[in-house]
């Protein structure tokens, strides 16, 4: 079963097509990217996905459930449960420690778990700058931040929008290999990114062009 379908989903914005007629499907384990210019509907998309905003038309379906007519209580129980959102802005609390903005994310699901939050951050490389603020911390190290937190209630499927945007070289090379050992580890990752190199590292390039879907391609690996 696809861990994400989606068939003929559009959204307006009065007479603005922002998406139209969108429909692909996602497998477990898959990375896919999705790209474009700006304005071409990419954040508009991950807004859909991860259940953020509803589209005007269309069926939206994740781990089996068609999410499209469900109230907004629902929705966010399935984006708690089976959706990791990880930003370019990163969105953590100022005033919490790294440790703090991971078990913030437990607790909204079940309840939170110090020594497994501690753990999430060890698997990112921060076990060492978990009582650090944000503000303490790089770029970089705040990404990986959102990623332990993405992760730490177990989703089927991982939500990167931009996610390397605000970093530098160096980090963001930090971020695409951590990212590339979730993928090989097994997890459902879907990517936003206008960058090419970081889209090639996906086994699958949704190029959107207008709010269409322009292509659907297979990077080629050297």
Not at 6 to 18: E, F, N, P, R
Not at 185 to 212: D, N, S
Request: hydrophobic fraction near 40%.
């Amino acid at each position: 079963m696809s861990i994400l379908e989606i068939s003929g989903m559009s959204k307006k914005y009065g007479t603005l097509h922002a998406l139209q007629d969108i429909t692909f499907s996602v497998e477990p384990g898959e990375w896919v990217s999705i790209m474009g210019s700006s304005g071409s509907g990419k954040s508009t998309m991950l807004n859909m996905i991860g259940l953020m905003d509803k589209p005007t038309s269309g069926i939206v379906k994740i781990d089996g459930i068609v999410t499209t007519s469900l109230s907004s209580k629902k929705l966010t129980e399935i984006r708690r449960d089976k959706i990791g959102l990880v930003f370019q802005q990163f969105h953590l609390v100022p005033h919490l420690t790294a440790l703090e903005n991971v078990m913030m994310a437990q607790y909204y699901h079940s309840m939170p778990d110090e020594k497994e939050a501690a753990a999430a951050l060890a698997r990112v490389g921060l076990e060492g700058r978990a009582r650090h603020l944000p503000r303490q911390l790089s770029g970089g190290e705040q990404q990986r931040v959102c990623i332990a937190r993405a992760l730490i209630n177990y989703p089927a499927l991982i939500l990167a929008d931009e996610p390397t945007g605000n970093l530098d070289e160096t980090n963001e090379k930090i971020v695409l290999d951590l990212f590339q050992e979730l993928h090989n580890e097994g997890h459902t990752i879907i990517m936003v990114t206008h960058a090419p190199e970081v889209g090639e590292l996906a086994e699958r390039q949704i190029r959107l062009e207008y709010g269409k879907i322009k292509e659907i391609r297979t990077p080629i690996k050297l």
